[in-house]
């Protein structure tokens, strides 16, 4: 009977694959358990609020109510969100009876090599899902400094521009504009080429005030 011989670089070759797919699956399996722990503290304290921040971690990250200290504002953002996921959990965006809801979503879609015109398409039934809600912003998902991930993102917001132009209560703000510089996210705005430091949530800040001032006025 012959013998089967591996070659020692094939080995080495296999050991790393297999290394990469346990890291990835138990990765998975962690992000999972974190958001189903979030989902469930959402439920457990819930609230009624005029503005609900709806998205993954650059909304997580910030302090809206500081930001906003006058309005009713609640921080629905959680760590690693993706649009498919955030689907699931539009129920306590509802439930929150807002008047006006900020979206921002995408990049953890795009680097997980979704295509845009897929992560679109969700993004297209989370607003049609909030119909009823009385004005929804779709903020622009923010660049990054990764060219290979900034034409994707171009593309989706492309597609969120047209998704909200059907939309009577949905208006669409472009953050990169301020964010960015020469087509990726400004070096002085992040703390690692995606998410923002505290200078790039102050332009998030002041781009929003605006119509944060509109929902003041009309209370």
Known sequence: MPKCFIHPSAALIFGAILSILLVTALATRFENAAWQAKVDEFRQFKGHADIVMFGDSLTASGHWQE??????????????????????????ITAAQPRLVFIM????????STSPDDVAASYGKIINRLADVESI????????????????????????????????????????VPLSRDGSLRPDLTTDGIHLNGAGYRVWENQLRPMMAAVSAER
Do not use: W, Y
Not at 77 to 92: C, K, M, N, T, Y
């Open 67 to 92: 930001m906003f200290p006058k309005l009713s504002i609640i921080n629905r953002g959680i760590s690693g969100e993706r649009v498919g996921s955030a689907l699931l959990r539009l129920d306590q």
């Open 105 to 112: 979503l995408g990049i953890n879609d795009i680097r997980r």
């Open 137 to 176: 912003v779709v903020q622009s998902t923010l660049l990054t400094n990764s060219e290979v991930h900034n034409a994707a993102i171009k593309r989706l917001n492309s597609a969120l521009i047209a998704l909200c132009s059907k939309a009577a209560n949905c208006r669409f703000v472009d953050l990169n």
